[in-house]
Protein backbone atom coordinates (compact mmCIF):
# COMPACT_ATOMS: atom_id res chain seq x y z
CA UNK A 1 0.00 0.00 0.00
CA UNK A 2 2.48 2.60 0.66
CA UNK A 3 4.41 1.66 -2.75
CA UNK A 4 1.39 2.84 -3.89
CA UNK A 5 1.17 5.83 -1.83
CA UNK A 6 5.11 6.89 -3.13
CA UNK A 7 5.03 5.60 -6.62
CA UNK A 8 1.60 8.22 -6.80
CA UNK A 9 3.48 11.10 -5.04
CA UNK A 10 6.57 10.45 -7.62
CA UNK A 11 4.25 10.57 -10.67
CA UNK A 12 2.52 13.90 -9.18
CA UNK A 13 5.85 15.30 -8.29
CA UNK A 14 7.08 14.89 -11.95
CA UNK A 15 3.73 16.24 -13.75
CA UNK A 16 3.96 19.26 -11.17
CA UNK A 17 7.65 20.17 -12.46
CA UNK A 18 6.71 19.38 -16.21
CA UNK A 19 3.75 21.86 -15.68
CA UNK A 20 6.18 24.52 -13.96
CA UNK A 21 8.85 24.31 -16.78
CA UNK A 22 6.05 24.34 -19.29
CA UNK A 23 4.28 27.86 -17.77
CA UNK A 24 8.17 29.30 -17.58
CA UNK A 25 8.58 28.93 -21.00
CA UNK A 26 5.46 29.91 -22.22
CA UNK A 27 5.91 33.52 -20.02
CA UNK A 28 9.87 33.40 -21.80
CA UNK A 29 7.85 33.55 -25.13
CA UNK A 30 5.08 36.17 -24.72
CA UNK A 31 8.05 38.55 -23.29
CA UNK A 32 10.05 37.44 -26.16
CA UNK A 33 6.93 38.12 -28.28
CA UNK A 34 5.92 41.51 -26.15
CA UNK A 35 9.62 42.64 -27.42
CA UNK A 36 9.20 41.89 -30.82
CA UNK A 37 5.79 43.76 -31.33
CA UNK A 38 7.82 46.85 -29.15
CA UNK A 39 4.67 46.39 -26.65
CA UNK A 40 6.58 46.81 -22.96
CA UNK A 41 5.03 49.01 -20.68
CA UNK A 42 8.22 50.86 -19.97
CA UNK A 43 9.50 54.57 -19.81
CA UNK A 44 11.21 55.43 -22.99
CA UNK A 45 13.94 58.25 -22.34
CA UNK A 46 14.12 61.34 -23.63
CA UNK A 47 16.92 63.22 -24.93
CA UNK A 48 16.73 67.26 -23.81
CA UNK A 49 19.20 69.95 -25.16
CA UNK A 50 22.31 69.53 -24.02
CA UNK A 51 23.94 71.26 -21.01
CA UNK A 52 23.19 71.25 -17.30
CA UNK A 53 19.41 71.81 -16.71
CA UNK A 54 18.14 73.23 -13.63
CA UNK A 55 14.58 73.62 -12.92
CA UNK A 56 16.07 77.39 -12.21
CA UNK A 57 17.03 77.89 -15.63
CA UNK A 58 13.88 76.74 -17.35
CA UNK A 59 11.60 78.85 -15.49
CA UNK A 60 10.32 75.98 -12.48
CA UNK A 61 9.20 77.45 -9.10
CA UNK A 62 12.21 77.52 -6.65
CA UNK A 63 10.37 74.82 -3.93
CA UNK A 64 11.54 72.00 -6.53
CA UNK A 65 15.32 72.62 -6.22
CA UNK A 66 15.36 72.14 -2.09
CA UNK A 67 13.64 68.72 -2.50
CA UNK A 68 16.00 65.51 -2.85
CA UNK A 69 14.18 63.77 -4.93
CA UNK A 70 10.94 64.84 -7.23
CA UNK A 71 8.85 64.05 -10.18
CA UNK A 72 7.58 67.13 -12.88
CA UNK A 73 5.06 65.63 -15.09
CA UNK A 74 4.47 67.44 -18.24
CA UNK A 75 0.63 66.91 -19.16
CA UNK A 76 -1.81 68.43 -21.98
CA UNK A 77 -5.87 68.62 -22.23
CA UNK A 78 -5.80 67.16 -25.27
CA UNK A 79 -4.09 63.95 -24.35
CA UNK A 80 -5.96 60.92 -23.25
CA UNK A 81 -3.15 59.28 -21.53
CA UNK A 82 -2.88 62.79 -19.75
CA UNK A 83 -6.12 62.54 -18.33
CA UNK A 84 -6.17 59.59 -17.32
CA UNK A 85 -2.49 60.28 -15.44
CA UNK A 86 -4.43 63.13 -14.01
CA UNK A 87 -7.17 61.19 -13.17
CA UNK A 88 -4.82 59.17 -10.92
CA UNK A 89 -4.18 61.89 -8.85
CA UNK A 90 -7.79 62.95 -8.69
CA UNK A 91 -7.74 62.79 -4.75
CA UNK A 92 -4.21 64.95 -4.65
CA UNK A 93 -0.47 63.50 -4.72
CA UNK A 94 2.63 63.17 -2.91
CA UNK A 95 4.58 66.80 -2.17
CA UNK A 96 7.48 64.82 -4.11
CA UNK A 97 4.92 65.24 -7.44
CA UNK A 98 4.98 68.67 -9.28
CA UNK A 99 2.67 69.21 -12.50
CA UNK A 100 2.90 71.43 -15.53
CA UNK A 101 0.36 72.56 -18.18
CA UNK A 102 -0.11 74.49 -20.76
CA UNK A 103 -1.62 77.37 -20.40
CA UNK A 104 -3.81 77.09 -23.75
CA UNK A 105 -5.82 75.44 -24.33
CA UNK A 106 -7.16 76.29 -21.16
CA UNK A 107 -6.09 73.34 -19.21
CA UNK A 108 -10.15 73.25 -17.16
CA UNK A 109 -10.28 69.31 -17.49
CA UNK A 110 -7.00 69.05 -16.10
CA UNK A 111 -6.98 71.59 -13.34
CA UNK A 112 -10.27 69.82 -12.15
CA UNK A 113 -8.77 66.78 -11.67
CA UNK A 114 -6.13 67.52 -9.92
CA UNK A 115 -7.80 70.40 -7.34
CA UNK A 116 -6.28 68.64 -5.07
CA UNK A 117 -2.48 69.13 -5.54
CA UNK A 118 -3.09 73.11 -6.85
CA UNK A 119 -0.13 74.54 -5.07
CA UNK A 120 2.01 72.28 -6.99
CA UNK A 121 0.43 72.70 -10.47
CA UNK A 122 2.78 75.03 -12.97
CA UNK A 123 0.55 76.87 -15.77
CA UNK A 124 3.36 77.07 -19.18
CA UNK A 125 2.71 80.46 -20.54
CA UNK A 126 3.05 80.58 -24.62
CA UNK A 127 5.24 76.87 -23.49
CA UNK A 128 8.02 78.46 -22.42
CA UNK A 129 9.08 75.90 -19.94
CA UNK A 130 8.59 73.21 -22.62
CA UNK A 131 10.36 75.40 -25.50
CA UNK A 132 13.69 75.91 -22.55
CA UNK A 133 14.22 72.14 -22.23
CA UNK A 134 13.63 71.11 -26.12
CA UNK A 135 10.56 68.76 -25.10
CA UNK A 136 7.40 68.27 -27.47
CA UNK A 137 6.18 65.16 -25.69
CA UNK A 138 3.59 64.59 -23.79
CA UNK A 139 3.25 63.22 -21.14
CA UNK A 140 6.15 62.85 -19.76
CA UNK A 141 8.11 62.77 -16.41
CA UNK A 142 11.09 64.97 -15.24
CA UNK A 143 13.36 63.26 -12.75
CA UNK A 144 14.61 66.01 -10.33
CA UNK A 145 17.00 66.35 -7.44
CA UNK A 146 17.91 69.21 -5.84
CA UNK A 147 16.84 71.45 -8.52
CA UNK A 148 19.07 69.70 -10.94
CA UNK A 149 17.64 67.25 -14.08
CA UNK A 150 18.66 64.08 -14.09
CA UNK A 151 16.03 62.18 -16.14
CA UNK A 152 13.66 62.90 -18.69
CA UNK A 153 11.27 60.05 -19.96
CA UNK A 154 8.48 59.89 -21.73
CA UNK A 155 5.65 57.70 -20.17
CA UNK A 156 2.62 55.90 -21.55
CA UNK A 157 0.33 55.05 -18.80
CA UNK A 158 -0.14 56.09 -15.05
CA UNK A 159 0.62 53.15 -13.95
CA UNK A 160 4.52 54.16 -14.93
CA UNK A 161 3.95 57.74 -13.90
CA UNK A 162 2.69 56.25 -9.90
CA UNK A 163 5.94 54.16 -10.18
CA UNK A 164 8.79 56.61 -10.70
CA UNK A 165 7.34 58.76 -7.17
CA UNK A 166 10.24 59.20 -5.32
CA UNK A 167 10.07 57.42 -1.46
CA UNK A 168 11.48 60.83 0.30
CA UNK A 169 12.02 60.12 3.86
CA UNK A 170 10.72 63.44 6.49
CA UNK A 171 13.64 65.98 6.83
CA UNK A 172 13.68 66.29 10.20
CA UNK A 173 12.40 62.47 11.85
CA UNK A 174 10.64 62.71 15.00
CA UNK A 175 12.48 60.24 17.48
CA UNK A 176 10.13 57.88 19.64
CA UNK A 177 10.65 58.14 23.13
CA UNK A 178 12.14 55.77 24.99
CA UNK A 179 11.13 55.43 28.81
CA UNK A 180 14.49 56.20 30.76
CA UNK A 181 16.46 52.83 30.82
CA UNK A 182 16.61 50.92 34.49
CA UNK A 183 18.78 48.48 35.77
CA UNK A 184 17.19 44.87 36.07
CA UNK A 185 17.54 45.12 39.73
CA UNK A 186 15.30 47.91 39.58
CA UNK A 187 12.98 46.79 37.12
CA UNK A 188 11.26 44.01 39.68
CA UNK A 189 11.60 46.29 42.87
Not at 21 to 39: C, D, P, T
Not at 43 to 72: D, Q, R, W
Not at 129 to 146: D, E, F, I, K, Q
Amino acid sequence: MTWLVIALLVVLSIGLALCSAAMVEIFRQLNEIRGALNLRDEPIPLSLKSGELTTSTIGLPSAISVEPKTIVVFLSAKCATCLAIAEAFRGGSPSTVWFVVPSSPPPTTLLDLLSESVERIVVDRDDAVATRLGLNVTPSVLTVSYGTITRAQAVSSARQVLTMIPTVFPRHPTVATLPPFQPASEQHA
